[in-house]
């Protein structure tokens, strides 16, 4: 099995900065893209950024200038940096990653969800 598990998430003021982390664990061969995504109450789930395995990086407008993500492939675990936070970013915060597992087989995983709290 491999699972991914988060970790970083809180309550933070305006303008105020958190880190989040995701772990991958399990029999893992290869991890391709890593993704974080959020979701707002009442709101479809949407895509805050994407690394690719090289570290080729594309964020959400939004959130570019603001959130960084990056990677340790060596301990297959993604991070995103959000500064300057705004109230608006409040969300449960979803990482993604595209795994192959040591059988070869291909997982698009998510993890549990960290909730993202930002009070003005």
């Known amino acids: 099995q491999v699972h991914l598990v988060e970790s970083g998430g809180g309550l933070v003021q305006a303008g105020g900065s958190l880190r989040l982390s995701c772990a991958a664990s399990?029999?893992?061969?290869?991890?391709?893209?890593m993704a974080w995504y959020r979701q707002a109450p009442g709101k479809p789930r949407e895509l805050v950024a994407i690394?690719?395995?090289?570290?080729?990086?594309n964020y959400a407008d939004s959130m570019k200038g603001r959130f960084t993500i990056s990677r340790d492939n060596a301990k297959n675990t993604v991070y995103l940096q959000m500064n300057a936070l705004k109230p608006e970013d409040t969300a449960v915060y979803y990482c993604?990653?595209?795994?192959?597992?040591?059988?070869?087989?291909?997982?698009?995983?998510w993890g549990q969800g960290t909730q993202v709290t930002v009070s003005s």
């Open positions: 690394i690719t395995s090289v570290g080729n990086t």
């Open positions: 993604n990653a595209d795994v192959l597992t040591v059988a070869r087989v291909r997982l698009p995983l």
């Open positions: 399990g029999s893992i061969f290869s991890i391709d893209n």
